[in-house]
């Protein structure tokens, strides 16, 4: 187990209309958004910025991936200091490589990888020092972590096991089962619960924090975008919604309580 734990720490969203995915965000959860073009070649790539930093980038379903059958979807990157390591540690663990390590030039090495069920994020060994971390609770950044897996107490162990994340608790929620907790370092946490049948395969849901659900949701319908579940409140006294932008990409949304 390592002995910091390795948190998600970016998000990126790949889609099939990036001008369009733009303006949805921008608008719904309230990013500023900048081209990214330090890197010449690299295909368009927009950052998204809370008031305080950078949150994560919108991008074009890179080609050969669409000819896969990608969809538009929102993945998660997580921190490590040795892409090559835990990549290949991931493959002994029984995870899958989708895109073996590769440098982006003055970003980071990264991999595309799943985990054993199927759940896909991937790696980013960055360039330069770390940034501070903010609370959780910062407008514009990821508030909650949610995994759906096929088998939750395995998922649980697999992500224990490899990055260090820790036994925050658990509890019943009727008829969809457990829901595990966990923490994967100062200000970053999340649940991990075993996916309704909807769902085709495991997935990573990222909850964005903005001011008031109820404005923000319909901010989402009144551009395009549609509530799969919610607003409805949890324990910790947030209010939670689940939805698909206008593309069809999976996200949530987290506000203080009412």
Not at 104 to 112: A, C, E, H, K
Not at 208 to 232: H, L, Q, S, Y
């Amino acid at each position: 187990m390592p002995k910091t734990p390795m948190p998600f720490f970016w998000y990126e969203l790949m889609t099939t209309d990036l001008d369009a995915a733009q303006a949805f965000y921008t608008t719904v959860v309230g990013w500023r958004a900048e081209p990214f073009d330090k890197t010449p070649g690299m295909p368009r790539y927009i950052v998204v910025n809370s008031a305080e930093r950078g949150v994560g980038g919108l991008m074009t379903i890179p080609e050969d991936a669409a000819k896969m059958g990608m969809k538009p979807a929102w993945l998660g990157y997580i921190h490590t200091k040795d892409t090559d390591a835990s990549t290949k540690a991931l493959k002994a663990a029984g995870g899958t490589v989708h895109r073996e390590p590769d440098d982006i030039p003055g970003v980071g090495r990264f991999s595309v990888v799943a985990d054993p069920q199927g759940a896909t994020f991937m790696f980013l060994q960055p360039n330069g020092p770390d940034q501070p971390v903010l609370p959780a609770t910062t407008p514009g950044h990821v508030g909650w972590h949610e995994l759906y897996a096929a088998d939750r107490q395995a998922a649980f162990d697999f992500y224990s096991s490899q990055f260090g994340w820790t036994d925050a608790g658990s509890m019943d929620i009727g008829e969809m089962g457990i829901y595990q907790t966990f923490g994967a370092g100062p200000e970053s946490g999340g649940g991990i619960m075993n996916k309704p049948q909807q769902l085709p395969v495991p997935v990573w849901l990222f909850y964005f924090n903005v001011d008031a659900i109820d404005a923000a949701a319909k901010r989402v319908t009144d551009n395009g975008g549609k509530i799969v579940m919610g607003p409805m409140p949890v324990p910790t006294g947030q209010w939670i919604a689940q939805f698909t932008d206008p593309q069809g990409a999976y996200f949530a949304l987290i506000a203080p309580g009412r």
